[in-house]
């Protein structure tokens, strides 16, 4: 609402030429508020604004714009005020927004940026997405280790002009290998001795990554080591970027997001909610909803096959929604438990047996809990059953349908991980599909038993 309130204000500095106020607005807050003030503007509207700051604060604000904000104002603007934006945002970021526009643009404004930066751009957009070189920035502190603390100190100051993070401060030789690092915190403390040399107190024992690791190992890296940045190198141990932690944060967004939207049977959209299609967005939804309605269809299904049973045995109906919930459930739960554990690194497929057996464990225990509700249940509010042996068919088949669901949900997402599948893909929907028609074939096995 705050924004909308302040958007004519805005419009009238605009049609005024109020350079003064813009410029103020530009710098007065954080980039992140200012962008939430300019939401409303017009793409046009907003680069007249974004033209009255330097180009750091310029670059600083658009990064804040959602993607499609981005791609208008790249396709509608000035091609050489964009090029001279675009050379100012951080290298992992631009190659990210020049993904989505059209070629031909993408051609024009890389012919009109200096050759370093083109080549830099060109070279990370060749990188796999998902690996490490997709996601990391080339702008990194290089220092030489014969220099001096004192030395080292007034070449960060001078290369800090150029870069935004100088968390740690990397050592390579003439040919660009990593040897060691020292940390800006090193640095400041070793000012008691200036004159000594920074391969006196590099670390050398270096954890990196190489530039075609998976961004999954890298998350894990960074977060189990508590890295606030770790260098990329290529086979050859040449320095190629770092990934900050910023980076590695918005990974694990897009894939909690990602995930999240799996979990309910969604395939992840490639922009907001809103600004996606209506027939992209039935696409996706309803790829997965064919799926799950011809696992439904497989239910309906084996249901007929029971169907004269079910005439004679017409008392064991109202029971079937209760039975094919608990191992729907039970199973959905499993898999999530599972799918979070494989996610944080806390099961590797080697351990398969003992989440095997665990998950029996637990099905018993919460199938002989639901067994005991289940024949009280079943003994006073339906009267109608036959005996004690036609009240012990529900408890019985809820203790085998629940262990078939923990089962069935832990290991279906180590049977996706085992193929190299995304384990999100085996959605909650997705198992309650399975464990539906399981527990429809458990159920009416046990009833003929009992009562044949």
């Known amino acids: ?73 790249i396709t509608t603007q000035d091609r050489d005020e964009v090029a001279q934006l675009i050379a100012q945002i951080p290298s992992d970021d631009r190659v990210d927004i020049l993904e989505g526009i059209d070629e031909d643009i993408v051609s024009d404004l890389l012919s009109r940026l200096p050759a370093s930066e083109r080549r830099d751009i060109m070279r ?138 799996r979990s309910v049977a969604v395939e992840p959209l490639e922009d907001t909610y809103l600004n996606t299609p209506v027939l992209i967005l039935s696409w996706k939804r309803g790829m997965w909803l064919l799926i799950l309605f011809f696992c439904a269809l497989l239910t309906a299904m084996a249901l007929q096959q029971y169907e004269e049973k079910l005439e004679r045995w017409a008392w064991l109906i109202p029971f079937i929604p209760l039975i094919i919930s608990s191992g729907g459930n039970s199973g959905s739960q499993s898999a999530t438990l599972v799918i979070t554990a494989l996610a944080h690194g806390h099961v590797s497929m080697q351990q398969w047996f003992e989440v095997v057996v665990r998950e029996i464990i637990m099905g018993l225990v919460l199938g002989f809990s639901l067994a005991i509700l289940g024949l009280v249940t079943t003994m006073v509010f339906f009267p109608t059953v036959p005996g004690w042996y036609g009240a012990m068919i529900v408890p019985i088949t809820l203790v085998l349908v629940v262990v078939c669901g ?47």
């Not at 049977?415 to 458990?442: E, H, Q, Y």
């Open 406 to 452: 923990t089962v069935t949900g832990s290991m279906l997402p180590l049977i996706f991980k085992r193929i190299g599948w995304d384990p999100a893909l085996m959605s909650n929907p997705f198992v309650a599909g399975i464990i539906d028609i399981l527990g429809i074939v458990i159920y009416m096995t046990v009833a003929t038993l009992f009562l044949a």
């Open 124 to 261: 990370l957009s060749q990188y796999p997405e998902g690996t490490a070189g997709s996601m990391m920035a080339t702008e990194f502190v290089r220092l030489r280790e014969h220099l001096s603390i004192a030395e080292a100190i007034k070449e960060v100051g001078r290369q800090s002009e150029q870069y935004e993070t100088i968390y740690y401060l990397y050592i390579i030789d003439e040919e660009n290998h990593l040897r060691g690092l020292v940390s800006a915190r090193q640095l400041l403390a070793g000012m008691k001795k200036p004159d000594t040399k920074l391969s006196d107190i590099m670390d050398t024992a270096l954890i990196s990554v190489d530039v075609m690791d998976d961004e999954a190992d890298v998350v894990d890296k960074v977060a189990r080591l508590d890295l606030l940045a770790i260098p990329v190198v290529d086979g050859e141990r040449h320095m190629v970027g770092i990934i900050t932690h910023d980076d590695v944060i918005d990974v694990v967004r897009e894939g909690a997001h990602d995930d999240a939207l």
């Open 1 to 73: 609402m705050v924004n909308t309130l302040f958007l004519p204000e805005l419009r009238e500095m605009l049609a005024n030429k109020n350079e003064a106020e813009l410029r103020e607005f530009c710098s007065a807050l954080h980039p992140s508020r200012i962008a939430d003030f300019m939401d409303g503007l017009e793409p046009a509207e907003a680069w007249q604004i974004l033209s009255r700051a330097n180009l750091t604060q310029r670059a600083e604000i658009f990064g804040y714009f959602d993607r499609s904000f981005q791609d208008a104002i």
